[in-house]
């Protein structure tokens, strides 16, 4: 079975998700997914936009970079692959998490973290 990208969704860093999501809405035309004081996902058309709480301290869950969210079908080829070239370790792979996916991720050199994921009721 051969590795698929379906989609990729930007996670941008916020200060304040609920100015920002009245700000897309307003002067991008998405709609409002979901979304809490961490974390929102907004929406327009095909186009996924999610917004993570980000300060700019130590605290921060971002610690200054943002996250790519890519959507793959047939993930452990692709795991393997990056296995392979040195990128992520065996323990890198989640799966089934809480959020129904099988998962792994990555830091890039500019600390943008690379999250490849699938639905777990789309791969069983």
Do not use: C
């Not at 996670?11 to 991008?28: C, Q």
């Not at 080829?77 to 959020?99: A, M, Q, V, Y």
């Not at 998962?103 to 600390?111: A, C």
Request: net charge neutral; charged share 25%; hydrophobic share 40%.
């Amino acid at each position: 079975m051969n590795i698929e990208f379906l989609n990729i969704i930007p996670v941008l860093p916020s200060a304040n998700i609920t100015r920002d999501i009245v700000w897309y809405k307003e002067k991008a035309g998405f709609e409002e997914y979901f979304s809490d004081n961490m974390y929102g996902a907004l929406f327009r058309d095909n186009l996924t936009i999610h917004l993570q709480w980000h300060a700019d301290t130590k605290n921060d869950p971002l610690l200054g970079g943002s996250v790519i969210r890519i959507n793959v079908k047939n993930i452990k080829p692709l795991f393997d692959e990056f296995l392979k070239r040195g990128t992520i370790t065996k323990d890198s792979f989640k799966s089934n998490t809480p959020w129904k996916t099988n998962e792994f991720g990555f830091f890039d050199l500019n600390k943008m973290r690379f999250l490849l994921w699938r639905t777990f009721e789309e791969i069983h």
